[in-house]
Structure formats: C-alpha cells, structure tokens
C-alpha cells in the first residue's frame, strides 16, 4: 500500500489508533508502575503504552517525534537542559511568564548565559545567534502576540549549529508546524488546545526526525526518566480523546476570532487589538486603567474568567493581575481565548462588558 503524509484534520482523528483484528479503537488507558520482566519496559518512568499513542498522535502532527511530560513547563525545563553548563542561550525578552522566569533562574545559577531578544526583530535574533548554543523561540508569543519570522530564523539557527526549539502553543501543529521550517524541537503546553477541554496538565516536546546526529530526542527521554517529570498516564489518555477534534476546535476558534478582532477593532471602550492574522488568541488593550480592565473581566457571563487558555470554552484575564508577570505587558491588556461558542453570544457578553467601563 502507498503510504502518504496525512493531512493533520486526518493524522489528529487517526494517529496512535491501535491496530489489529480484534483491538479496541481508543487506546487502552494503562495504569501501571511496573511491568513484567525482560519486555520492552520494565518501570513505568521510562515508558507507558498511553503514552506511546499519544506521542504518536503529536508527533504525526508535528512531524517529528513526540515525548510526552508532566506539563508543559516540564518540557521546557528538559529542553533548556540541553544548553551546556554556563552554555548561551537566546530568548524572547517577552514571552510566557513561566518561561521568563525560569530563564531568568537558570542566569541567576549561573548554569546558562541568557541573551534577551525580541523575536520580532528579526535582525537582532539573527545576531545573537553567534556563538549560542541554543535558540528559544515562542511564536505568537504570550500574551503580546509578537511573530517571529520562523521560516528565516531556523534555517539560519540549522547554518550556524544552533539548537532551534519553539514553543507552538498558541499555534497548534494545525496552523504551524515548526520542524518542517527548520526547527529541532518543538514544546507544547498540551495543558491548553492540544488537550482542550481545561482538565489536564501535560506537556510534549517533539524533536526532528532527522536532527544532524545529535540524539536530542534521546537526551530528553534521558531527561524525563531521570528527572522523573513524568506524565500521568490518565491525564495521557485524556489529551489524545481532546486531540482527536484538535482541528476543528481550532477551525471553530479561529473562525470566532476574526470575526470578534473585526469587531473589536472598532470598538470605543478598546485602544488596541494585538492579533498575529491567525488562530484564536486576541490581546485587547481597554480604554482606561488595570481597574477598568479588571471590570471587564468581572463583568462578563459567558467569557470565563480564568488564568488558562485554549480550552473549548472562552476565557479572558488580565495578565497582570500576576506579580511574576513581565513588565513589558501593559496594565490594562486583556488576554482573549476565544472558545468554540456561539460568535454571536460570545460577542454580546464581551461588548456588554466593554461598555459597562
Ligand atoms: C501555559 C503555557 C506554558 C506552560 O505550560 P504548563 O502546561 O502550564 O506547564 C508554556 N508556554 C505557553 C506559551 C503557555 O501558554
């Protein structure tokens, strides 16, 4: 039979099915710390079979290989492991909080040299790629919406010999998929729409299929099992049940987005709209101050009110309500997850809201 790369609307509803006369569709949920004897996997921090087809359902996604960890920040702390001691590492000056602050902790301990770029700027992460040894990129970035220029930038970080990981949260496999423009490893929070539906925590990193003999994908593994941050194989099985309508949540959300950016664009009680022209996460600036901002929040019924995002249902936040939020994100900016709700409700309690200030 002819095998073909599968569309990610077809890899997200098949990938990681299990297979064979007889077999169950949905893979079964394996609750195990240890297993028998001289098989493949012995102890349950070094593998477990739902783990497996999930990772196989994200790295169909992705296009590289998947490994699956507790959280999304437990992918990131392994990936940043692979910078050497006291190693450069170049990073977004604004990106999401958990990241900064753990860079910001890894310079502190001296254990990596951090060189803060704004990856808008393409120029300057281009520069300070001399001589590092790893290259952090998020893209759109949280919650400020800054783009960096992928299809530029990894490739040059693949010319100089630099370890190039992104962070594609908020741009899902399904609108961006960064190993097949260059990248080596790619992080998600699994915790927001690969998952979807607010009730896990759970992180992957996907390394490159082909990555020039450096075994990243095995470093990691290495990683997890020896720093046990591992994933639960129930929050495991939950994930790949929410990947399977991945695409069209993100189809539902992204069409909802445009519409409410449009709308927002000309409303009196917002000073500015921050959307990157794709997927379902908005920042809006509010006429007034963090109070005013805060008022809106409080003030809506269908919008949830909460710190997360990429879930099936709308939430809003203003992020600085945060005290290890970086300072670069403005008093009064709104973070928008648009859900998979009706636009036209979805609009009616967010103008209700604005116009309430
Ligand atoms: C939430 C988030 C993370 C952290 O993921 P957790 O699953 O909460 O550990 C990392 N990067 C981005 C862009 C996020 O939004």
Excluded at 225 to 235: C, L
Excluded at 241 to 257: F, K
Excluded at 299 to 326: D, I
């Amino acid at each position: 039979m002819v095998q073909r790369a599968l569309h990610p609307a077809t890899a997200a509803v098949h990938a990681g099915r299990p297979a064979g006369a007889g077999m169950p569709l949905s893979p079964a949920l394996v609750l195990a710390s240890t297993y028998l004897a001289d098989g493949a996997v012995d102890y349950g921090r070094g593998g477990n079979p739902t783990w497996s087809a999930f990772e196989e359902a994200v790295g169909a996604l992705e296009g590289g290989d998947a490994l699956v960890f507790a959280s999304g920040m437990a992918a990131i702390s392994a990936v940043l492991s692979l910078v050497p001691l006291g190693g450069v590492l170049v990073s977004p000056e604004s990106a999401y909080s958990g990241t900064v602050v753990l860079v910001d902790e890894l310079q502190t301990l001296g254990l990596v040299q951090a060189r803060r770029v704004d990856v808008t700027d393409t120029d300057a992460v281009l520069a300070a790629m001399t001589g590092a040894d790893l290259l952090w990129l998020e893209s759109p970035t949280n919650p400020l919406m800054g783009v960096a220029d992928l299809a530029t930038m990894l490739p040059a970080a693949a010319d100089a010999g630099v370890i190039a990981a992104v962070d594609n949260t908020f741009a899902t496999p399904v609108l961006q998929q960064p190993l097949t423009m260059g990248a080596d490893v790619v992080v998600h929070s699994a915790t927001k729409y690969l998952s979807g539906h607010s009730d896990v925590l759970l992180g992957v990193a996907v390394t490159a299929t082909t990555d020039r003999g450096r075994d990243l994908g095995g470093r990691l593994a290495t990683h997890r099992r020896g720093h046990g941050a591992i994933a639960g194989p129930m929050e495991t099985w939950l994930a790949l049940r929410g990947l399977r309508t991945l695409h069209l949540r993100i189809e539902r959300a992204t069409t909802s987005a445009a519409v409410l950016v449009a709308r927002l664009s000309e409303h009196p009680a917002v000073t500015r709209v921050r959307y990157p022209g794709f997927g379902a996460m908005v920042s809006i600036e509010v006429r007034g101050d963090a109070a005013a901002a805060e008022a809106v929040c409080a003030g809506t019924t269908v919008w949830v009110h909460a710190t997360s995002l990429g879930g099936v249902e709308s939430q809003l936040e203003r992020r600085r309500r945060h005290p290890l939020e970086p300072g670069d994100v403005p008093e009064n900016l709104i973070r928008l997850s648009v859900g998979i709700e009706d636009v036209d409700d979805l609009w009616w309690d967010l103008d209700t809201a604005l116009r309430s200030i």
